[in-house]
């Protein structure tokens, strides 16, 4: 991790925002100046480069051989709130003669120092005041001895050969009383022959904390100051270039496929170049980067996040709207409503910022171009490319982290890592099958619905067979109940994203190499529930009714007949797998003995009649057939689930007038168990309203 200082610069080499040259002329000016007491400043924002330019006019007047400019460097804002500034100025004063082997002329100016140290306004004036006072006569003695000193120092200074450059930095960082006291302290000993003064500042804030004392602090500036300079700011282009070889230090190990050139350069030049405009704003924002990127580098877009970062450190109110705003954003919300938030997240602010932040917006989420329309197809794109904008990706750019149970990046590029061994695949699939995701489902879930985003070029041809090889062997255990949809809005069930995930791949398959794909899977199968469900997919393909199904043009399987073959394979599967005891408890039971019965009825019935001989297997088998209906309570707006038993699919395999007496036999057995008695009720009730009709 890289923290960029916010150290100023010191060399010509490090300099690539054009202070250079600035620096240099102003070092030459310096160099030719002849009258006395000059007072050259630099104006500028905070964090536009002024202390850089200091230091390398700095260094430009080291490069003359035998200098003839002695350099006093001052910050009083290391000193700010300690004690007399006055007495710190000369002290660092003295030392700079005395390195530069003046030290008779900085014994003199410590002289004349304790003598105004203790002046808070210039000395002819003490002396006017002083005059005044009862005690004039001390006062005349003690400023005629000021007098005097200053008029030594002066002869002193004109003796010396060599100008001394005083450079006072951070002005604008001092309290409003400090300030004065800088102005002051310039003001009275500025006309010193020789001696040249280098002040920078914010002239906004100086001249706002010298208002409450002078008229116009501008006005007052302009008493003192013969020189002033606007530091030059960088060109726009400068700063950017400055701000994207710190990107490219942050991104050295991204793939270039992971990043949209196109997409970055449109929100880099139309909404975050807005935000960029002192060399400060480009180091506060890779530093933010430097600590934030890293934690989620694997799980974000690029793009998306440092548009979005440069809202947090530039924008915070904006940033805040957003993070809160994550429903409507992405994709929940109407025209009427996405119009209004965009108006109270302006409001405010001036044209150009209006225009930039709505780039960046629109850039972060699509959605809001209300003149463009999104279909299904893009969420997956938004999800694959792990855009804000995709639901499932919104959370992670706030947290800094992957939702605890959540199917991260990285373990989805694991996955397609290990696709070549299939039997890596199934470990996977059975462990994450283990353990707890999101909203009480397990990670599998989770998993299974990320990988539908990778079916394309993500998977290498060769090995779709293995992975398809892998959901058949892992099969029923895919198809866990904690991963049933809950609710009319809930998400899938597993067994629609593993349909997803294998018709997917077996069109990336020749039409002729299919039918053996699916074949040798079943093959490998010890579970028949996925097997019957996904043949009976393949069979739907074949069905007149496109609209309701959404049969494609072109079948997997071009020839309803080659799908034959693999049912009958099926059959003798579930032939074998119905002697264990866990037969009866597949998933989906009713849907694999449908097509059991239409291959052999009779061996089918005959089963059915032996494994439901005890009463917990017959109440076990009716569950199947409890369908859930969602409802909204209209006092409290929770959503409740009830259920009732759909004697109508019971029907091809039991008669109800023949078990009515069991059923009513195991209810009095059992009046304690809740759960066995809600399937009972449920079956009693919907056999007495069939009576009724």
């Given at each position: 991790?890289?923290?960029?200082?916010?150290?100023?610069?010191?060399?010509?080499?490090?300099?690539?925002?054009?202070?250079?040259?600035?620096?240099?002329?102003?070092?030459?000016?310096?160099?030719?100046?002849?009258?006395?007491?000059?007072?050259?400043?630099?104006?500028?924002?905070?964090?536009?480069?002024?202390?850089?330019?200091?230091?390398?006019?700095?260094?430009?007047?080291?490069?003359?051989?035998?200098?003839?400019?002695?350099?006093?460097?001052?910050?009083?804002?290391?000193?700010?709130?300690?004690?007399?500034?006055?007495?710190?100025?000369?002290?660092?004063?003295?030392?700079?003669?005395?390195?530069?082997?003046?030290?008779?002329?900085?014994?003199?100016?410590?002289?004349?120092?304790?003598?105004?140290?203790?002046?808070?306004?210039?000395?002819?004036?003490?002396?006017?005041?002083?005059?005044?006072?009862?005690?004039?006569?001390?006062?005349?003695?003690?400023?005629?001895?000021?007098?005097?000193?200053?008029?030594?120092?002066?002869?002193?200074?004109?003796?010396?050969?060599?100008?001394?450059?005083?450079?006072?930095?951070?002005?604008?960082?001092?309290?409003?009383?400090?300030?004065?006291?800088?102005?002051?302290?310039?003001?009275?000993?500025?006309?010193?022959?020789?001696?040249?003064?280098?002040?920078?500042?914010?002239?906004?804030?100086?001249?706002?904390?010298?208002?409450?004392?002078?008229?116009?602090?501008?006005?007052?500036?302009?008493?003192?100051?013969?020189?002033?300079?606007?530091?030059?700011?960088?060109?726009?282009?400068?700063?950017?270039?400055?701000?994207?070889?710190?990107?490219?230090?942050?991104?050295?190990?991204?793939?270039?496929?992971?990043?949209?050139?196109?997409?970055?350069?449109?929100?880099?030049?139309?909404?975050?170049?807005?935000?960029?405009?002192?060399?400060?704003?480009?180091?506060?924002?890779?530093?933010?980067?430097?600590?934030?990127?890293?934690?989620?580098?694997?799980?974000?877009?690029?793009?998306?996040?440092?548009?979005?970062?440069?809202?947090?450190?530039?924008c915070p109110d904006s940033y805040h709207l957003?993070?809160?705003?994550?429903?409507?954003?992405?994709?929940?919300?109407?025209?009427?409503?996405?119009?209004?938030?965009?108006?109270?997240?302006?409001?405010?602010?001036?044209?150009?910022?209006?225009?930039?932040?709505?780039?960046?917006?629109?850039?972060?989420?699509?959605?809001?171009?209300?003149?463009?329309?999104?279909?299904?197809?893009?969420?997956?794109?938004?999800?694959?490319?792990?855009?804000?904008?995709?639901?499932?990706?919104?959370?992670?750019?706030?947290?800094?982290?992957?939702?605890?149970?959540?199917?991260?990046?990285?373990?989805?590029?694991?996955?397609?890592?290990?696709?070549?061994?299939?039997?890596?695949?199934?470990?996977?699939?059975?462990?994450?099958?283990?353990?707890?995701?999101?909203?009480?489902?397990?990670?599998?879930?989770?998993?299974?619905?990320?990988?539908?985003?990778?079916?394309?070029?993500?998977?290498r041809q060769e090995d779709i067979p293995n992975?398809?090889?892998?959901?058949?062997?892992?099969?029923?255990?895919?198809?866990?109940?904690?991963?049933?949809?809950?609710?009319?809005?809930?998400?899938?069930?597993?067994?629609?994203?593993?349909?997803?995930?294998?018709?997917?791949?077996?069109?990336?398959?020749?039409?002729?190499?299919?039918?053996?794909?699916?074949?040798?899977?079943?093959?490998?199968?010890?579970?028949?529930?996925?097997?019957?469900?996904?043949?009976?997919?393949?069979?739907?393909?074949?069905?007149?009714?496109?609209?309701?199904?959404?049969?494609?043009?072109?079948?997997?399987?071009?020839?309803?007949?080659?799908?034959?073959?693999?049912?009958?394979?099926?059959?003798?599967?579930?032939?074998?797998?119905?002697?264990?005891?866990?037969?009866?408890?597949?998933?989906?039971?009713?849907?694999?003995?449908?097509?059991?019965?239409?291959?052999?009825?009779?061996?089918?019935?005959?089963?059915?009649?032996?494994?439901?001989?005890?009463?917990?297997?017959?109440?076990?088998?009716?569950?199947?057939?409890?369908?859930?209906?969602?409802?909204?309570?209209?006092?409290?707006?929770?959503?409740?689930?009830?259920?009732?038993?759909?004697?109508?699919?019971?029907?091809?395999?039991?008669?109800?007038?023949?078990?009515?007496?069991?059923?009513?036999?195991?209810?009095?057995?059992?009046?304690?168990?809740?759960?066995?008695?809600?399937?009972?009720?449920?079956?009693?009730?919907?056999?007495?309203?069939?009576?009724?009709?």
């Amino acid at each position: 991790m890289i923290i960029h200082s916010d150290e100023p610069l010191r060399d010509p080499s490090q300099d690539v925002l054009g202070y250079s040259s600035f620096a240099y002329q102003l070092a030459k000016t310096i160099r030719h100046i002849s009258s006395e007491g000059t007072v050259l400043s630099i104006h500028g924002p905070w964090g536009s480069g002024k202390t850089s330019v200091l230091n390398l006019v700095q260094h430009h007047l080291k490069q003359e051989q035998d200098s003839q400019v002695i350099v006093v460097s001052f910050n009083p804002w290391w000193f700010s709130g300690q004690e007399d500034l006055t007495i710190r100025f000369f002290a660092a004063l003295k030392a700079a003669l005395n390195q530069a082997d003046a030290g008779d002329l900085a014994n003199l100016l410590l002289d004349f120092a304790d003598l105004v140290s203790e002046v808070d306004v210039p000395w002819y004036v003490k002396i006017a005041y002083r005059l005044i006072s009862q005690f004039k006569k001390k006062c005349i003695e003690k400023y005629a001895l000021i007098d005097q000193k200053r008029e030594t120092l002066v002869n002193a200074l004109r003796k010396q050969k060599k100008k001394i450059l005083i450079i006072i930095d951070d002005i604008d960082r001092l309290t409003k009383e400090e300030v004065s006291q800088i102005f002051k302290l310039v003001k009275s000993v500025a006309n010193f022959p020789n001696v040249i003064y280098l002040l920078a500042f914010d002239e906004n804030v100086v001249a706002h904390a010298l208002k409450e004392q002078f008229i116009s602090g501008k006005d007052y500036l302009k008493k003192i100051i013969q020189v002033p300079f606007e530091l030059p700011q960088p060109e726009k282009n400068e700063l950017i270039s400055f701000l994207c070889k710190r990107l490219d230090q942050l991104l050295s190990d991204l793939p270039r496929e992971h990043f949209d050139q196109q997409r970055w350069h449109t929100t880099l030049l139309r909404g975050i170049q807005y935000y960029i405009k002192t060399p400060r704003d480009v180091i506060r924002l890779m530093n933010t980067l430097n600590v934030t990127y890293q934690c989620v580098r694997n799980e974000v877009n690029p793009v998306d996040f440092i548009a979005l970062e440069t809202l947090r450190v530039f924008c915070p109110d904006s940033y805040h709207l957003v993070r809160t705003n994550s429903t409507l954003l992405t994709g929940g919300g109407d025209d009427k409503s996405s119009k209004q938030w965009i108006e109270s997240l302006l409001e405010g602010k001036n044209s150009e910022e209006q225009a930039a932040l709505t780039s960046i917006l629109e850039a972060l989420f699509p959605k809001l171009h209300r003149t463009i329309k999104f279909d299904a197809g893009w969420q997956v794109s938004w999800r694959k490319n792990r855009q804000i904008c995709s639901p499932d990706c919104f959370t992670t750019y706030f947290r800094l982290a992957v939702p605890i149970g959540s199917i991260s990046h990285t373990e989805m590029e694991h996955a397609l890592s290990i696709a070549k061994d299939s039997g890596a695949f199934v470990t996977l699939l059975l462990r994450l099958n283990e353990e707890e995701g999101v909203n009480g489902r397990t990670r599998l879930h989770g998993f299974l619905n990320r990988l539908t985003d990778f079916t394309q070029e993500a998977l290498r041809q060769e090995d779709i067979p293995n992975v398809i090889k892998a959901l058949f062997c892992v099969g029923d255990q895919l198809l866990s109940i904690k991963d049933r949809q809950k609710s009319f809005w809930d998400a899938p069930d597993n067994v629609f994203y593993v349909w997803d995930i294998i018709s997917k791949l077996l069109r990336r398959i020749s039409s002729e190499n299919r039918i053996k794909i699916i074949a040798d899977s079943i093959g490998c199968s010890n579970s028949v529930s996925l097997i019957f469900f996904i043949l009976g997919r393949l069979q739907l393909e074949h069905t007149e009714d496109i609209a309701s199904i959404g049969r494609p043009e072109n079948p997997l399987i071009p020839k309803h007949e080659e799908l034959i073959p693999l049912f009958q394979l099926a059959a003798k599967k579930t032939k074998k797998l119905a002697q264990s005891p866990q037969f009866l408890r597949s998933p989906y039971l009713p849907m694999v003995l449908k097509s059991w019965k239409e291959e052999n009825p009779s061996e089918m019935n005959e089963w059915l009649t032996g494994a439901l001989t005890k009463d917990e297997d017959l109440i076990q088998f009716l569950r199947y057939f409890m369908l859930p209906e969602f409802h909204i309570d209209p006092f409290s707006g929770f959503h409740q689930t009830r259920y009732t038993l759909e004697l109508d699919k019971l029907d091809p395999f039991l008669n109800s007038d023949q078990i009515i007496d069991r059923i009513r036999s195991i209810k009095s057995k059992n009046s304690d168990s809740q759960d066995i008695l809600s399937i009972i009720n449920c079956f009693i009730h919907s056999y007495e309203e069939r009576l009724k009709c």
